[in-house]
């Protein structure tokens, strides 16, 4: 990984627990009914509104910086093999050969009963 991985993936991570507090930050849209009957939200840091707009903005920028970065990762885990990896896919590749018993052991399946003469666990000679 490098400098400019690294920097996307923290970033976009980043943006991804903001996106999240700025949704749990916002009110429902029953919430404005109390505003309606003086619940004092005029006189709140962003005034009658500016909450709701502010924070929707934010989390729409935040979305869009989030759409980027993902955009971003994808491209470079795209174009960026890593050294030594096939650039041809999975499907392409010859399945893996199954090992072979060893030279001197009997073929023998698994489940079959023992031979005649011989403790059952008992290795043959």
């Known amino acids: ?11 976009h991570v980043g943006v991804a627990l903001a996106i999240c507090g700025f949704v749990l930050l916002q009110h429902g849209k029953g919430a404005d009914m109390g505003a309606a ?3 004092g939200a005029s006189g ?11 924070l929707s903005h934010t989390t729409a920028v935040l979305a869009a910086v989030f759409f980027v ?6 491209w470079y885990a795209a174009s960026h093999v890593a050294p030594g990896a096939a ?14 018993a060893p030279a001197g ?21």
């Open 44 to 54: 709140s840091l962003f005034g009658a509104s500016g909450s709701s707009n502010f």
């Open 1 to 11: 990984m490098n400098f400019f991985e690294g920097f996307l993936l923290v970033l």
């Open 87 to 100: 650039e041809r896919s999975v499907l392409d590749r010859d399945p893996p050969v199954p090992k072979s």
């Open 105 to 125: 052991a009997p073929a023998q399946p698994a489940g079959a009963p023992a031979p005649e003469g011989s403790k059952a666990g008992e290795v043959p000679k």
């Open 37 to 39: 009957f003086g619940s």
């Open 69 to 74: 970065t993902s955009v971003g990762l994808t």
